[in-house]
Nanobody, 118 residues
């Protein structure tokens, strides 16, 4: 059964760090483009970062550039999102997703809550 499971969320003070994990079962993550998305209360879901299956190229939305880093550990079949210098506006539920069929992100995890507050 194909499954993506996020973990690593929590409550952190502004300026702090968290590392989110996206662990997969039923699929090999390095074969697919994997994205991280977030959705804050009352806001639309936005793409945060992605890592390509073909060449490992990465994408970051402007608001997280220089603070977040996406990476992949093929041995653990896990994609990470290292988040540094967190800001209150980073508060959201974070989801990972996989583009399995080449037409967009079609498999999603259940999400993990990130709260940045003093």
């Amino acid at each position: 059964q194909l499954q993506l499971v996020e973990s690593g969320g929590g409550l952190v003070q502004p300026g702090g760090s968290l590392r989110l994990s996206c662990a997969a079962s039923g699929l090999t993550l390095d074969m697919y483009t994997i994205g991280w998305f977030r959705q804050a209360p009352g806001k639309e879901r936005e793409g945060v970062s992605s890592i390509s299956s073909s060449d490992g190229s990465t994408y970051y939305t402007d608001s997280v550039k220089g603070r977040f880093t996406i990476s992949r550990d093929n041995a653990k079949n896990t994609v990470y999102l290292q988040m540094n210098t967190l800001k209150p506006e980073d508060t959201a539920v974070y989801y990972c997703a996989a583009d399995i069929n080449g037409g967009g992100y079609d498999y999603w995890g259940q999400g993990t809550q990130v709260t940045v507050s003093s």
